[in-house]
């Protein structure tokens, strides 16, 4: 499944570059709803928080997955190609209408652990190490703002750790789901070669992966389920029309 996540960021990367070519006619265009026109690359910065479901050493009172809370910082990496299909509309309140596709990578520290109720040297942690997706996305330009919504494919890779504390034995299983996403956020357009972003995304998986005795505890019924992931990040974007334009 990783390798799959893996190949298909790839492949989504490469059309862009080929996309791209189609703008270098665009390089030089600045300001209005042109901003956003074509091949661009950023970085963002933000917190995750992640939801599972489960059960891990059942028969010593078990360890309620749903209870784990695994939020953290991330930061990760985006690029994407716009066209706007529709500016300066006579009359319309707004300055563009904008489609695109967007692929982003992400890492983080998102990870909690939830103890056994009877056992509490007993115990059961969920990671996630990555985050991924490919999305279309719409937006509505009112420069120098852009509204957009967004939604599509989304990967993720992590693990789960849990730990018999009377043999004592640890084991670990690793993840790696396919899954949807949705968002939507506001961008501006603010200076010459970056746009500036905020968006929030709800990462939703529902993968269960079966424990099958994990670390020993014989507990062939428990399982983890990675459920859902919502982000919230802000981020800079550099349209390369731009950044050529800046060239000649």
Partial sequence: MRHQAKTSLIAAVSALGLMASADMAAAGQTGGAES??????GGNLGYGDANFGGIFDNTDGGADLSKLNAGGFIGGVHVGFNRVI???ASGAPYSGILIGIEG???FGDMDDKE????TPQDFIRAEIDMLASIRAR????FDPL????????AFNSGEYFGLDGNVPLGQT????????????????AAFDFAILRL???YYFFGDKKDFNNLAGTGEVGDFGKMENVFVVRAGVSIPLSKLFGAMN
């Fill in 86 to 88: 529709k500016s300066n």
């Fill in 138 to 141: 719409l937006g509505v330009i």
């Fill in 199 to 201: 968006e929030g995304l």
């Fill in 104 to 106: 982003d990578l992400t």
């Fill in 173 to 188: 299983v690793n993840f790696s789901n396919t899954g949807g996403v949705v968002g939507g956020g506001v961008e501006f």
């Fill in 36 to 41: 956003w026109n074509g091949l661009y690359f």
């Fill in 115 to 118: 103890n056994v109720i009877i």
């Fill in 146 to 153: 852009m509204v957009f919504v967004t939604g599509g494919v």
